[in-house]
């Protein structure tokens, strides 16, 4: 007996419901790989995600796997089952920073993994210490550039280390103003942060979560942030793009899976993630750390991270940034 195309696609279509159903119905369990500590902004939207849906996805849980930069998390992810049932954070420095950082990858940020949605996206913030701020009469971006060209090597800015998201957003700035400033790596985020506060360097670019309580406290100047447009979460702060133009570059993560899950999979998870992204308990959770919700689709977070990959690619080599 034949059967029309037609039939043939709807029982394609019915088996594959099927062979996916049981996850959910036998109660087998959603595992979320942050490639990052517990306790930071990763881990914590992504708990909150994964509480979130778990009406329409049953048990979620978040395993933290740490190391190499983030690219030990990732590379389990790649490598996981495509059954839906391992999925996990992708990130600037995971799919954009790091294949053009390390020498050598154990995964292709491009080809091995299917994008679900993107979750957030975080501003970062030039910052200087007020203090310097002061004595050096910098109130705007457009007055640390005019100083910087008038006293050549004089400023020096600090970050979390060669490569970090801070020091890539450094080189971009000085590429952008025709400036030079000497770098000075940290080991993190934090000892970058004190080392402002301190006094012992005159700017950073950092997280605008990380910042915000010391700006508003009055121990650092903030003169931009680093998204295109002015945050909601402090909009007396200027954007870089209002001083340099088309400057953009911020902190983002999503979810994706392994290369080979069922596109229908994708579908299941993306809808159930974009649905809890979009709920007010999850955007004033996310608010709290001064993060935007984004949640779209698997084509437009996979064209995102593809241009962020090639956009990282000449601002790492210019940096002169390596990992071996």
Known sequence: MSITRRQFAASTLALSATAWAP???????IRIIVPYAAGGPIDVTARALAERVKDSLGTVIIENRPGAGGNLGADLVAKAAPDG????????????????LFAK??????????????????????????????RLKIN?????????????????????????????????FKRAAGIFAVHIPY????????????????????????AAAN?????????????????????????????LKDFEIDTWWGLVAP???????????????????????????????????VGNTPEQFGAFMKKELTRYESVVKTSGAKVD
């Open 23 to 29: 996850a959910w119905a036998q109660g087998k369990t």
């Open 85 to 100: 049932l391992t999925i996990g954070i992708a990130a600037t420095a995971t799919h954009a920073i790091n294949p053009w």
């Open 105 to 134: 990858m154990p995964y292709d940020a491009s080809r091995d993994f299917a994008p679900i949605t993107q979750m957030l996206r975080v501003p970062n913030v030039l910052v200087m210490n007020a203090e310097t701020a002061q």
């Open 140 to 172: 705007t971006l457009a007055d640390l550039v005019a100083y910087a060209k008038a006293n050549p090597a004089k400023l020096n800015f600090g970050s979390g280390g060669n490569g970090s998201a801070g020091h890539l957003a450094g080189e971009m």
């Open 187 to 210: 080991n993190g985020g934090n000892p970058a942060q004190l080392a402002l506060l301190s006094g012992q360097v005159d700017f950073n670019f950092d997280n605008l979560a990380t």
């Open 215 to 243: 700006i508003k406290a009055g121990r650092l100047k903030a003169l931009a942030v680093t998204t295109g447009q002015r945050s909601s979460a402090l909009p007396d702060i200027p954007s870089m793009s209002e001083t």
């Open 259 to 293: 290369a080979a899950t069922p596109r229908d999979v994708v579908e299941r998870l993306n809808k159930a993630f974009v649905a809890a992204l979009q709920t007010p308990e999850t955007k004033t959770r996310f608010g709290q750390l001064l993060a935007e919700p």
